[in-house]
């Protein structure tokens, strides 16, 4: 069972920068992928970014979505069994609950399958 935790929301205007983090219990943090996702209110739930697990032989591979390329970065802290989303240039259709997941299978991350979801944090960007 893993169980996370996502911080780091709030409200900020059109420009600004906000950074979320997720803090995930258990020991075998380095092995799950890990994945921000959104969900504004009356749309669906969509992927933000995903990072994969640790693996020997194919190393760290990160996904965007077309929309926050190149203002959001995701990153991970395996030692604090954390994985943070920094957000920059934040537009007002940036505004969401933002939820973390994780799953040990980067496909099911990127299919919304994930095993494990956090309760969500909110981002609010005013124009």
């Known amino acids: 069972q893993v169980y996370l935790e996502e911080s780091g929301g709030g409200s900020v205007q059109a420009g600004g920068s906000l950074r979320l983090s997720c803090a995930a219990s258990?020991?075998?943090?380095?092995?799950?992928?890990m994945g921000w996702f959104r969900q504004a209110p009356g749309k669906e739930r969509e992927i933000v970014a995903a990072?994969?697990?640790?693996?020997?032989?194919?190393?760290?591979?990160?996904y965007y979505t077309d929309s926050v390329k190149g203002r959001f970065t995701i990153s991970r802290d395996n030692a604090k069994n954390t994985v943070y989303l920094q957000m920059n240039n934040l537009k007002p259709e940036d505004t969401a609950v933002y939820y973390c997941?994780?799953?040990?299978?980067?496909?099911?991350?990127?299919?919304?399958?994930?095993?494990?979801w956090g309760k969500g944090t909110l981002v609010t960007v005013s124009s």
């Open positions: 990072m994969s697990g640790a693996s020997t032989y194919y190393g760290a591979s990160t």
């Open positions: 997941a994780a799953d040990r299978s980067m496909v099911d991350i990127r299919t919304r399958r994930a095993d494990y």
């Open positions: 258990g020991r075998t943090f380095s092995i799950y992928a």
